[in-house]
Each structure stands twice: as C-alpha cells, then as structure tokens.
C-alpha cells in the first residue's frame, strides 16, 4: 500500500510539473539530477531507475560511475531514456594518475565536465595538501581541454578550513587556472561549515559554472569542516534552511551554466517531487 501510495503521489506531481523545464517562477534552470541520488536502486536495477528518472522530466543528468557497466554501455542506456549526461564524478586517484584513461571513459559517456567531489586527504585539508590537489586539477584540465571537455571540482566542506586572511578553498581557487578548471557549488557543501553561498557566487562569479541543489535539515549545526553529515539531513529543497531565492538570484548573476539536484537521502523518491514543485514556483 505504501508503494501504491507513493506512485500515485508521484504520478500527480508530474501531472502538475509536466517536465522539469516548465518553470513558471523566478527560476529557470537547466535542472538536472546527479545520478548518485538513486545509488540505491542502481545497485538493484539500472534500466529501471534511469526509467524512472526520465518519467520524473528530467533530460540532463551528472554522473557518479556507471554501475558496473562499461561507458558505452551505460550512455546507450542514458540515450534509450532521453537522458543527456553533461558532466561526471571520477575518483581524485583517477584524475591524478591516469587522466587520459579518465577523459576516454568521460568521451564516451559525452560529457562536457569531468570532475571529483572529494580529494583524499590526511588530518586536516590543509595548505600542502591543497597545492598538490590544485596541480592535479591543472593538469587534469589542461587534457580534458584537448578533448573538448573542462575539468571541476565539486567543494565538499572541508576545504573551509581558515588560512591567512581567508580559507584553504580560497587558496584553491587562487591555484587553479581559470581557463582549465571550474568548480560546482553544492549549497548544503557550503552552509554546513559555515560559509554563505550568495558571498561565494558574489566572490567567484564564472569560476562556478555548475550547481548541487540540496538543502539541509533545520536546526542542524553548521560550521563543522568536516565534509560530513548523516544523509537523513537532506530534506526536500525549500524545507530547509536554505535561503533560495537568494541563492537562486546570486546564482543566476555569477553565470552558473548548469544546476542538479543531489539528495542523498534515505527517501529521496519521496522528496524529488517536492523539491521539483519548489523549484516550479518559487519566485524573487
């Protein structure tokens, strides 16, 4: 009764949403979804929960490994459901020790990004270990470039750390070229250690071309460096503590080229309708 329950609240949302492109608010998009998201039901059934990502009107998608199929077996997969890979997570390791292995897979999969979401680190990520990842992000980037496609990293929390009159991520930002690597904010990446999402945008401008939509649970503490909190904190965009339509005006001034939603939740089918009818109407 509960999955009876669900397709048919699932079923009304999508009457109502149509196709995550028909915003009738301030917002406008592109909207995908990260694909890990559904981590979940890829591990029981590919076909089928690329299926139901396409019926919930999503066409761009960014991805987090294939699922154990081969990169051009997962993009014929992509294709059969009208999804349009633009970007994609690969493991920091990859990046740094066979970026040419990285960029072929990623050629395949017809992304325009290729990025990580976590740089492995000792202790603290501090500034030592913050020049090497900006070296390898260089060089990454700089063969990426010759395949037509851009290397990013995705800020993950820990990288707020303070340092000089800023932070490590500013020192990153400071290292990298801006014609080879561009970075994706993800909100809740940014609010959970502290830090204001619309300074950031106001800061940085274009070096933000992509965009993790997520919210986090109200009453959470934030200010922790960790890059890490439960998965029960993600809640549906809009019911968090997230200021949107600030976000989203900021956001859309900077330039951001592409905006998916990740919600690492346990209830996450629940939830994406929820935040698609967010992202639907809210305005500023």
Same mark, same amino acid.
């Given at each position: ?9 699932? #079923? ?13 608010? #301030? ?9 890990? #998201?559904?981590?979940? %039901? !890829?591990?029981?059934? +590919?076909?089928?929960?690329?299926? !139901?990502?396409? &019926?919930?009107?999503f ?13 051009d077996?997962?993009?014929k ?7 349009? @890979? +633009? ?7 990859q990046?740094? $020790?066979?970026?040419?292995? +990285?960029?072929? $897979? ?12 976590w ?14 990842a ?9 063969v ?7 290397? !990013? ?5 820990? &990288?707020?750390r303070?340092?000089? $009159?800023?932070t490590?991520f500013?020192l ?17 990446? +940014? ?23 997520? $919210? ?13 909190? %439960? ?8 019911s968090?503590q997230?200021d ?9 001034k900077?330039?951001?080229k ?11 089918? &629940?939830?994406? @309708? ?8 809210v305005?500023?």
């Amino acid at each position: 009764m509960k999955y009876i329950a669900l397709s048919l609240a699932m #079923s009304a949302a999508l009457l109502d949403l149509q196709t995550v492109s028909a915003f009738a608010g #301030s917002y406008k998009g592109p909207t995908g979804l990260q694909l890990y #998201s559904l981590r979940a %039901d !890829f591990a029981n059934d +590919v076909p089928g929960t690329l299926k !139901f990502a396409s &019926e919930l009107g999503f066409r761009e998608v960014e991805l987090a490994g294939t699922y154990k199929l081969k990169p051009d077996e997962f993009k014929k997969l992509l294709d059969a459901n009208k999804l349009k @890979p +633009v970007a994609g997570h690969f493991p920091y390791n990859q990046l740094r $020790d066979d970026p040419e292995g +990285v960029a072929k $897979d990623a050629k395949a999969l017809g992304l325009k990004y290729v990025g990580c979401a976590w740089i492995p680190h000792k202790g603290n990520f501090d500034e030592a270990q913050c020049r090497a990842a900006a070296e390898v992000f260089n060089k990454a980037g700089a063969v990426f470039a010759k395949h037509g496609m851009k290397c !990013f990293y995705h800020v993950h929390g820990y &990288e707020f750390r303070p340092l000089g $009159d800023g932070t490590v991520f500013d020192l990153l930002m400071a290292q990298t070229n801006p014609k080879l690597v561009t970075f994706e904010m993800d909100i809740l990446w +940014v609010v959970f250690p502290g830090q204001c999402p619309v300074k950031l945008f106001e800061k940085y401008g274009k070096r933000w071309e992509l965009v993790h939509l997520k $919210d986090l649970k109200k009453g959470v503490k934030t200010g922790e460096h960790t890059g890490h909190t %439960d998965v029960t904190n993600d809640v549906a965009i809009g019911s968090g503590q997230m200021d949107y339509p600030a976000i989203f005006k900021a956001a859309q001034k900077a330039g951001v080229k592409y905006y998916f939603i990740e919600d690492e939740s346990p209830t996450v089918r &629940e939830q994406l @309708p929820q935040s698609l009818k967010f992202l639907k109407q809210v305005k500023w």
